[in-house]
């Protein structure tokens, strides 16, 4: 039996108040009072960005996953303190090291990403661990239609990123031998290197490898 246009509405109506319902359920309020000094730059802030005031505050609280803001200094969530630089200028610190150098950076900034993973019993979780290095400014979470990770060059050089996603994708201590210098004059070292880390050209302004590609799994 057909349902009258009448009945059709009644339906589509009380399947709204349901979403409705269920969105509410799923969030909560919180009324915080802050002087007016910090509600006017709130005010100048989304002007600026274009967003309501209540989008703004949002992005804000929504940080609170990726860092902790105590009273006069930034934490990372494994309680180490924060300091706020431009990425272009740890990209030049990075760049001016040799490449055995570049390598024990980039594996030190990846146990960081890994340490704070471990913290909330992610460190399997490639996309938990990207998600990371996005929200903290290290470069956008970017996935191809194969599941290839992307890296922005400008995050650093090819060394420092090629540690930092080998120990990402948990595969250890990235190999000081992988250097230029030895894989253009050793074979075996070459051979070694080609065949483990693999990388592809798959974006003219990205790093991609064949070792850094997710699995259907952790995509879902």
Not at 96 to 108: H, R, S, T, V
Request: aromatic letters at 10%; one cysteine or more; proline letters at 1%.
């Amino acid at each position: 039996m057909s349902r009258n246009p009448a009945q059709k509405t009644t339906i589509t109506k009380n399947l709204i108040s349901d979403r409705r319902t269920k969105s509410k359920e799923s969030t909560s309020v919180i009324t915080v009072r802050i002087d007016e000094s910090l509600n006017e730059n709130l005010d100048k802030v989304r002007r600026k960005l274009g967003i309501s005031k209540a989008d703004l505050i949002r992005n804000y609280l929504e940080m609170s996953k990726y860092i902790v803001k105590q009273k006069s200094s930034l934490q990372s969530l494994n309680d180490r303190d924060f300091i706020i630089i431009k990425r272009s200028y740890l990209r030049k610190l990075v760049e001016i090291k040799d490449e055995e150098e570049q390598i024990n950076l980039g594996d030190k900034l990846a146990r960081f990403i890994n340490d704070c993973a471990r913290i909330n019993g992610k460190l399997d979780d490639i996309s938990y661990k990207l998600d990371l290095c996005n929200n903290l400014g290290f470069f956008r979470n970017f996935i191809d239609d194969n599941n290839y990770i992307l890296i922005d060059k400008k995050f650093g050089s090819q060394k420092f990123v090629e540690a930092f996603t080998w120990r990402i994708f948990n595969k250890g201590e990235f190999d000081a031998n992988w250097i230029s210098s030895k894989i253009k004059d050793q074979s075996k070292i070459r051979t070694a290197y080609q065949k483990q880390v693999q990388p592809i050209d798959i974006s003219s302004s990205h790093y991609s490898f064949e070792f850094a590609k997710l699995t259907e799994i952790e995509t879902e």
